[in-house]
């Protein structure tokens, strides 16, 4: 397999886990892989939802948003991507999606706690939010850079009134980020709603979980259960 065709099927296995997780948001949303040639990002074409994608429908995108290779139309959003490849060099993966968790949450303007295992990438700090531009989409190369300045060195960004974005240095990675994001957003509301969580995990557990609970093993695991599970509806 050559490397392009690795990183076709590292996009194409992660719209199957996004999908499998329940992530998405009809045809919008959207993984990319940086191409180890140095050209720009691998991402799913538009136009399509998550459990539709195969390799005949990821483009490579340059670093100025044209389509380098195949044969489908890119998302106007490709800029997420593009702007926080050239921030953050540690990052090959990117994930950015409308789960609607995402933005119930972020409208609440309330700090996110480690309240299961879910919450142990984001908390200790505290992560970020998207405040300098408005909800609209990131289509601009000037507002990719106001993502990628928002979301500094951390695992995920909420973008509210939006979604959320999350990185990794690898496609399990980035994707298991936005799903644990997606599950804690959910279980905070939850418990919210239920008057208010009295009970997380405090800087020192939270800390030691990262390794414990989320090291890059389990995080294998979890993306490799998520592309069975896709492969297999
Ligand atoms: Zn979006």
Known sequence: MTTSHRQIEDVVAACSALAAAGLADMIWGHPSVRDSGGRGVWMKASGHGFEEVDSDRVVLVSWTGEVLEGSGRRHLEHPIHTQIYRARPDVNAVVHTHAPAFAAFASLDVPLHPLSHDGVPFTYPQIPRLTTVGGSL????????????????????????????????????????????????????????????????????????????????????????????????
């Open 138 to 233: 990131i289509s601009t190369a000037a507002l990719g850079d106001a993502t990628a300045t928002a979301l500094g060195d951390a695992n995920g960004l909420l973008l509210p009134s939006h979604g959320a974005v999350t990185v990794g240095p690898d496609v399990a990675t980035a994707v298991m980020y936005s799903v644990l994001l997606e599950r804690a957003c959910r279980i905070e509301l939850t418990a919210l709603a239920a008057g208010g969580p009295k009970i997380w995990s405090d800087e020192q557990e939270t800390v030691h979980k990262r390794s414990e609970v989320w090291n890059n093993s389990q995080l294998e695991a979890g993306f490799g259960y998520l592309t069975r599970s896709g492969a297999a509806r």
